[in-house]
């Protein structure tokens, strides 16, 4: 059976009781195995999907057809969004911060209601139905990034939590040296909505595929203290494991800076983050 063929309605958590969005998955049945067979299987299974993280499997989550139109919305208004209100404050957009600038804006527009819809049916979806296995730190899709505790990083347009974050930042700056920098800092709700939706756009609805590249929306440790370092010029290499040859990298093994949150075939269904630093 083609993995198109087969529509499961998922079951959601919602905190309004007026979704009218449902979300179907497209799946393959895939045959009976004994025990020992199929734990043997889906070990190796894991462990392929992480390393090919970019490629379509029998298993992968899809949305339904028809809500990729939504999805193609929310994503191109999320992005009108940031442009409005720039990079830095995007990344501490809380969500009803978000709908009060729609509407306020006429180059962002104001969320429909199939919009609203679909961003909460997303946020609060069983994300381990399409194979995500991380905690969630952020439970609310309202959940508020408050400024006074961030602080901005100069020449990097990111933004770190006070304490802890910006003193383990300064002392790698300090320990690595000029070549390493902030990559990414403090991401809100709606700034990991833009980077997930961007994802499952670019992966033509692919839930599972999106969701090995990055956590979902609420899933990022980035909303509650870790953050991003990659090489001074390097660009998007800092963003692959290309990143392990860097001297950069080696020096932040050596020093013990690197505790992967994300480490090599983890059990969690994302793909090896080196450039991931875990700080709460």
């Avoid at 929310?74 to 009060?100: E, I, P, W, Y």
């Avoid at 994802?199 to 899933?219: I, Q």
Wanted: glycine share 8%.
């Amino acid at each position: 059976m083609h993995r198109r063929t087969f529509l499961k309605q998922a079951a959601f958590l919602f905190t309004t009781a007026n979704m009218t969005l449902p979300l179907s998955f497209a799946k393959t049945i895939l045959p009976a195995k004994d025990h020992a067979e199929d734990f043997d299987y889906h070990i190796k299974d894991r462990l392929i999907k992480k390393r090919l993280f970019n490629k379509v499997y029998a298993e992968d989550i899809f949305l339904d057809k028809k809500l990729l139109p939504v999805l193609d919305a929310s994503l191109a208004r999320l992005k009108k969004m940031q442009k409005t209100v720039g990079h830095g404050n995007f990344c501490l957009l809380n969500f009803d911060d978000a709908l009060k600038i729609g509407k306020s804006y006429s180059a962002v527009g104001a969320f429909s209601k199939k919009e609203l819809d679909f961003l909460e049916m997303i946020f609060y979806s069983r994300v381990n139905e399409y194979g995500f296995l991380g905690e969630k730190p952020i439970k609310s899709i309202t959940g508020k990034i408050i400024k006074k505790k961030v602080q901005k990083i100069h020449y990097t347009g990111n933004y770190l939590y006070r304490g802890k974050p910006v003193e383990m930042y300064g002392r790698i700056k300090k320990e690595v040296g000029d070549d390493v920098i902030l990559t990414s800092g403090v991401r809100s709700v709606m700034k990991q909505f833009l980077l997930f939706l961007n994802k499952a756009k670019k992966s033509r609805g692919n839930l599972s595929m999106a969701s090995r590249s990055l956590a979902p929306p609420g899933y990022s440790f980035h909303g509650v203290g870790d953050f991003d370092v990659g090489k001074k010029g390097y660009g998007i290499y800092n963003f692959t494991e290309k990143f392990t040859k860097t001297d950069v990298y080696k020096k932040l093994t050596d020093l013990g800076y690197l505790k992967f949150r994300y480490e090599r075939n983890n059990n969690l269904g994302v793909r090896f983050e080196p450039w991931h630093i875990e700080v709460v």
